[in-house]
């Protein structure tokens, strides 16, 4: 993996790892982006035979707004508030249009979230 990598042969995270996963003393799912899985999965074919490939495709604005319905009563209860339908389809279309930098459904999550921290601090900040 290249965590801790001490040059060739050395004990990186990768080496630690191999004869566990390889006598089924571990099993593990792993997240990573196509730049890292070639920087630091691929170069070590030993490693990398370990473990099945399953690439995930950033879900559509559609398939976020169905993903955050799903998520909607765990934040509705997280966080005191009632989050309405168009705040989903908004969250979704508006994090899907302007925060670039990330994907779905991670970006309409995050708003979602701080949206609905925002109102509960609001409404706990106000004077009865």
Do not use: W
């Not at 765990?74 to 389809?89: K, Q, S």
């Not at 969250?91 to 994907?103: D, E, G, P, Q, V």
């Amino acid at each position: 993996m290249g965590a801790g990598a001490s040059g060739e042969g050395g004990m990186d995270a990768a080496n630690l790892l191999k004869p566990m996963l390889a006598r089924g003393q571990l099993h593990c799912i792993g997240a990573t982006t196509l730049a890292e899985y070639r920087k630091y999965i691929e170069k070590d074919a030993a490693f990398e035979r370990r473990f099945q490939q399953v690439l995930v495709k950033e879900p559509t604005v559609a398939e976020t707004i169905s993903i955050l319905r799903g998520l909607k009563e765990r934040y509705e209860v997280h966080h005191g508030v009632t989050i309405l339908d168009g705040a989903i389809v908004a969250a979704a279309t508006l994090a899907a249009r302007y925060i670039t930098s990330r994907r779905l459904p991670d970006s309409a999550v995050d708003l979602i979230d701080e949206a609905a921290a925002d109102v509960r601090v609001i409404r706990e900040s106000q004077p009865e």
